[in-house]
């Protein structure tokens, strides 16, 4: 029988950031706040009609999951720091795609090379600018003003407080990155994410989602990486009742926003993929 693969945090470097990482994901974001979720998840489903979603009922509130961790300071710690672990330990979507290459051509000081929307404390703005510190054009962390207030400080970064649901006001940049965002969202609330960032997108502008890209067949077992995979999916129903997507999803849904997938570069077994899309 192949042993299930580990969660992906392998690749930190000590024992003791492994330790670390797995306590911060077990004790405080699963048994806090994911644990609650999966409870209520027969009874958000048992009912009929428009209902909260299991993170809701479980917690007993009307926040979403990111509104409720800005008022519980240790899980909300506990989870930035598991998140920034698990990044550090695989491959990132800089790896499949070379930027200047594809993307940077012509690019003056001037120019907005890159804007990460919804990104947080800023860590995939401070690891662009670190492989392309040449690179000449703008980058841009875009977040709810509450979340920039604890970014990182990265030299070269700007911030912008963004509601991704209203029309991008960064017009031309080559790239619109959502690292981890749309499998946070049922498909509808996708589709006005993107289509707000269509009136944005110049001829040379891509949009760069990085997410989960699964496999349109299912994949014969001992496939690598199909036990996280599938957690995960179901973890995305009951904290946010959303998914993550196979390949012809991602395709169905990016043509709905009036998108074209101009490619999809895979970089994880566990299926983490760059889904470069451009308008039609």
Known sequence: MTPPVPF????????????????????????????????????????????PNAFKVGQRS?????????????????????MEAQFASLPTWLEAVDF????????????????????????????????LPQLKGRVVLQDRPEVLDQALLVDGMEMMSYDYLTEQPVKGARVYYFR???????????????QSQIPALGPDSVIVIDDKSLPDDKPPQGTPGIEYTAGLSLAMK???????????????????????VKGIRKFTKFGDSAIIAAKN
């Open 62 to 82: 009307e926040q979403d999951f990111y509104t409720w961790i800005e008022t519980h300071p240790v899980q909300q710690a506990a989870f930035h720091r598991f």
């Open 100 to 131: 200047e290459a594809e993307m940077g051509k012509g690019l003056t000081d001037s120019d907005v090379a890159f804007v990460d929307v919804g990104g947080g404390n800023g860590q995939q703005c401070e690891a662009f600018k670190k492989l």
């Open 180 to 194: 981890q965002v749309m499998h946070n969202n049922n498909d509808e609330t996708c589709i006005r994410i993107l």
């Open 238 to 260: 009951v904290m946010f009742d959303a998914q993550e997507r196979r390949e012809a999803q991602w395709r169905e849904l990016l043509g709905r926003a009036g998108l074209a």
């Open 8 to 51: 992906p945090v392998f690749g930190l470097k000590t024992a003791a950031s492994f330790m670390n990482a797995g306590v911060d994901v077990l004790t405080l974001c699963s048994h806090d706040s994911v644990l609650p979720a999966f409870t209520a998840l027969n009874t958000v489903l048992s009912r009929r009609g428009a209902t």
